[in-house]
C-alpha cells in the first residue's frame, strides 16, 4: 500500500514538473502549427537574396515546432529599404514573418545614410545570416577594364538597383577612396539580373557589390565563357576562389581610411541576414535561431544549396546581433571617415 501511494506521489508530482520544462516548447509548437511563415525577400525574384530565401523557406519549417510552412514574398523597393520598412513597422511581432534584405542596409543609418529608413537595426530580432561572403566588381569583357590598375586609370559606368543597396555603395566608396574616374547609375530596379543586362547591351562596363556566390549560382556562365573580368574582391578576407585578385582591404591607403574601409566591408560578415522584428516573444525568437542553426546543418538544405552553388558560411543570430552592437560602437572619428567615403553619390 505505501508502495503504491508513493508511485501515485511521483507520479503526481512528476506531472507537475511536466509543464515547467515542456511548456515554452509546446506553448512554442501550439503557436505555429498550421500556420504559415512569410518569408520577406527585398528585392524582385531571381536574385541572390531571392534564391537564399526561397531554398531557405523549402527546409526550414520542419525545424521550428508546429512545423509551419514558409512561404516568401518579393517586396523590392529602394534597395530592400521597403521591406525592411516593413518588417520593422507593419507586420505582427508575433514572429510569423521574416525577412531577408541587403546586408549594408543595417549599417546605413549609423553611416548618415538614413533617408527613407525607418527602423534601428540594433533592435531586430536577428535570426542568423546563411553566409558570410566575397563580393566582387566585375566587367564586361569589352569595358577594356580588365585589373585594379585600369579601374584606376580609365573611365568606367557602374550599374546599380538604387541608392544604398550594395552594388551602389561599394563602387561609390571605391570611387571617392581612391579618386577613381568612375560613374554610378542607379535605377536598374530588376536587380542583378538587369545590371547584367545592362552591361550585355553596352549601357554600363560592370557591377560592383557583385555576390560571389551569386555569381556562381546564376551567372556563372558569363565567367566560364570569359565575358566578364573581375578587377577586385569586396571582403575582410580574401575568397579561396579568387586568390590572385585584390582584396580591398590590401590596397595602399592611410590607416584611418583602412579602418574606415574595415567598417564599410564588415557587412559582408553577415552577407545573407535573415530577422524578424523587434518585440517578437523570447521563446519564438529562440526557436527560430535553432531552427535556422539546424538548417544549416540539414543535409537536404546543404545538398540543394550545393547543387544550387549556393555558399554556406553560417553565422548565428546571437553572433549577428553581437556583430552589429560592436559596429554602432565604432570610434566617431572612423564612422566619420566611412560616412563621407559614401556621401558623395552621383
Not at 523549402?58 to 525592411?84: D, E, F, S, W
Not at 543597396?165 to 581612391?178: G, K, T, Y
Request: charged content about 20%; proline content about 6%.
Amino acid at each position: 500500500m505505501l508502495r503504491m501511494k508513493l508511485s501515485v506521489a511521483a507520479a503526481f508530482l512528476s506531472v507537475l514538473a511536466a509543464p515547467a520544462f515542456a511548456a515554452p516548447a509546446d506553448a512554442v509548437a501550439n503557436f505555429y502549427r498550421g500556420k504559415t511563415v512569410q518569408v520577406l525577400v527585398g528585392f524582385a525574384p531571381g536574385g541572390g537574396y531571392d534564391l537564399y530565401a526561397r531554398t531557405l523557406a523549402r527546409y526550414m519549417g520542419k525545424h521550428i515546432p508546429g512545423n509551419p510552412t514558409l512561404v516568401t514574398q518579393n517586396m523590392p523597393g529602394a534597395g530592400g529599404i521597403k521591406a525592411m520598412n516593413y518588417l520593422y513597422n507593419v507586420v505582427r511581432k508575433d514572429g510569423t514573418t521574416i525577412g531577408t534584405f541587403a546586408r549594408g542596409l543595417a549599417i546605413e543609418p549609423l553611416l548618415g545614410h538614413a533617408q527613407g529608413t525607418q527602423f534601428d537595426a540594433t533592435k531586430f530580432s536577428w535570426i542568423g545570416s546563411v553566409s558570410n561572403e566575397v563580393s566582387i566588381c566585375a566587367f564586361w569583357h569589352t569595358s577594356g577594364i580588365k585589373t585594379w590598375e585600369d579601374l584606376k586609370t580609365k573611365p568606367s559606368v557602374i550599374g546599380a538597383s538604387a541608392a544604398g543597396a550594395d552594388s551602389e555603395i561599394f563602387p561609390v566608396v571605391l570611387r571617392n577612396m581612391f579618386k577613381l574616374p568612375m560613374k554610378v547609375v542607379t535605377g536598374f530596379s530588376g536587380g542583378g539580373a538587369d545590371i547584367n543586362l545592362g552591361m550585355e547591351r553596352g549601357e554600363v562596363n560592370g557591377r560592383c557589390g557583385w555576390s560571389w556566390s551569386s555569381l556562381l549560382s546564376q551567372s556563372r556562365q558569363l565567367l566560364d565563357s570569359k565575358r566578364i573580368n573581375i578587377v577586385i574582391q569586396l571582403a575582410l578576407e580574401k575568397h579561396e576562389d579568387l586568390p590572385d585578385v585584390p582584396l580591398i582591404m590590401d590596397l595602399p591607403t592611410t590607416p584611418q581610411n583602412k579602418a574606415a574601409l574595415r567598417l564599410i566591408a564588415s557587412r559582408q560578415s553577415i552577407a545573407r541576414p535573415f530577422a524578424a522584428p523587434p518585440g517578437v516573444p523570447a521563446e519564438r525568437i529562440a526557436a527560430l535561431r535553432a531552427a535556422f542553426d539546424a538548417t544549416m546543418k540539414d543535409p537536404l538544405f546543404l545538398a540543394e544549396a550545393k547543387r544550387l552553388d549556393l555558399e554556406v558560411r553560417p553565422v548565428s543570430g546571437v553572433e549577428v546581433e553581437k556583430l552589429l552592437k560592436e559596429i554602432y560602437a565604432s570610434p566617431a572619428d572612423v564612422v566619420k571617415l566611412a560616412s563621407e567615403a559614401e556621401r558623395s553619390r552621383p
